[in-house]
């Protein structure tokens, strides 16, 4: 089974709202990292946290990290239509080189 | 700099054929990975090469065999094709392996349909 767990799978919101996307997983991690799929392209990363860390802020980006549930969430403020796409969490095992995704949020943002 | 490029972008196989998918990065990166992506599977880890030299098992390495050619390339390779492996394949990169905090940087895919 896969490391990471994305909630909810979809997402559908309004363009200016803000859109927050849950991340769980199993094991002991070095970081946590978000990425966004545009349809039909390669994956971009977004940004990273660290195990000793727990909040990390990028432009609109907010990443919270929670290492004693197990659990991360991405905020994006102010949502734009541009930001349509699927959102990713990877765990990094550190230890061993991987780096394992959740299953994705897919976000809709509409004008 | 071009990154991280696969080749090919498309393919079509028999049940039954073999192939190999070519993966380069210029980045100098030490680390490689393939992933599959399926509908509402997200990414799945094949294999990867935390160095030149190594390879390692990821979540679904059944079906699969990976070269670590050189530091630059990393090919993975299809013995006996099965519909099963239909699917969008990406190959990643990054600078380090272990605990050393690093994103991937990945190629545009390669789109594979086995009939």
């Known amino acids: 089974s896969q490391q990471g767990e994305e909630d909810p799978q979809a997402l559908s919101i309004q363009e200016g709202e803000n859109a927050t996307m849950n991340c769980s997983y199993k094991t002991s991690i070095n970081n946590l990292q978000w990425y966004r799929q545009n349809s039909g392209r390669g994956l971009v990363h977004l940004i990273l946290?660290?195990?000793?860390?727990r909040e990390k802020h990028s432009g609109r980006l907010r990443v919270t990290l929670d290492t004693s549930k197990k659990s991360s969430s991405l905020l994006i403020t102010a949502s734009r239509a541009a930001d349509t796409a699927s959102y990713f969490c990877?765990?990094?095992?550190?230890?061993?080189?991987?780096?394992?995704f959740g299953q994705g949020t897919t976000l809709q943002v509409k004008p | 700099n071009a990154g991280v490029t696969q080749t090919p972008k498309f393919q079509v196989l028999k049940t039954g054929q073999s192939m190999t998918l070519q993966c380069a990065q210029d980045m100098n990166h030490n680390s490689m990975y393939w992933y599959r992506q399926d509908p509402g599977m997200g990414l799945r880890l094949i294999y990867y090469?935390?160095?030149?030299?190594?390879?390692d098992k990821g979540e679904v390495p059944n079906g699969y065999n990976v070269s670590r050619l050189n530091k630059r390339e990393f090919s993975l390779r299809l013995e006996s094709a099965a519909p099963s492996q239909t699917s969008v394949y990406f190959c990643?990169?990054?600078?380090?392996?272990?605990?050393?905090?690093?994103?991937?940087?990945f190629g545009s895919g390669t789109q594979l349909s086995v009939l």
């Open positions: 990643a990169s990054r600078r380090q392996g272990l605990a050393a905090n690093e994103k991937l940087f």
């Open positions: 990877a765990t990094d095992e550190g230890n061993t080189g991987k780096l394992i």
């Open positions: 090469s935390a160095s030149e030299g190594t390879t």
């Open positions: 946290i660290r195990s000793n860390e």
